[in-house]
């Protein structure tokens, strides 16, 4: 009778081992995995292209340009602030505006 017992904590003890491995393999890859296209770099609010200053004075007036970035598609993060108020906008190479 013990060793039946025995046995079976030996064999639930290590369902729990393999289980809490399998479970730790699954999280770790999804965790790691961040898009590099979306990886924007910072420029001089000067080398932004015209089409985009003209678009930001055209549909933000009163906005003041404090950063201006750009990734590998030519799409364009600028950081504004308008009164009080902190926005971040994004641009394609055109002046058109790019929800994200």
Known sequence: MKKIVLTIAIVLGSLTAINAQTEQKETTPAQQET??????????????????????KKSYPDAVLSKAFVNDKKEYKLEISVKDQAATVYSDVNGNWIQK
């Open 35 to 56: 898009p590099a296209t979306d990886a924007f770099t910072e420029i001089k609010i000067e080398e932004l292209p015209a089409a985009v200053t003209e678009a930001l």
